[in-house]
Nanobody, 126 residues
């Protein structure tokens, strides 16, 4: 059983930065792609960023390209999301997830991911 725990969320002013972490336990995730998603109140869960098993392939939602960076440390079984130039529209609960299908690339659809963390709140004030 894989357990994912997100941390690093909080309240920040527009233009500020936050770094989210997602620590995994129960299984080594070095062979699997990881993703970050977010869900604002009353909205669907949306793709934010994903990284493949090696870190050599990443993908981002258009809304965060150039501002967010996903990275992973397989030795620590942890994936990160560095968020810069935050905007009020980035306000949401952020979730990390693992895609346990062995593949070279990454997927963006939530249904492709098998395990999810409990989420961490990010609030950006204007």
């Amino acid at each position: 059983q894989v357990q994912l725990v997100e941390s690093g969320g909080g309240l920040v002013q527009a233009g500020g930065s936050l770094r989210l972490s997602c620590a995994a336990s129960g299984r080594t995730l070095s062979r699997y792609a990881m993703g970050w998603f977010r869900q604002a109140p009353g909205k669907e869960r949306d793709f934010v960023a994903a990284i493949n098993w090696s870190g050599g392939t990443t993908d981002y939602a258009d809304s965060v390209k150039g501002r967010f960076t996903i990275a992973r440390d397989n030795a620590k079984n942890t994936v990160y999301l560095q968020m810069n130039s935050l905007k009020p529209e980035d306000t949401a609960v952020y979730y990390c997830a693992v895609d346990q299908t062995l593949r070279v690339g990454v997927k963006v659809a939530p249904y492709e991911y098998d395990y999810w963390g409990q989420g961490t709140q990010v609030t950006v004030s204007s």
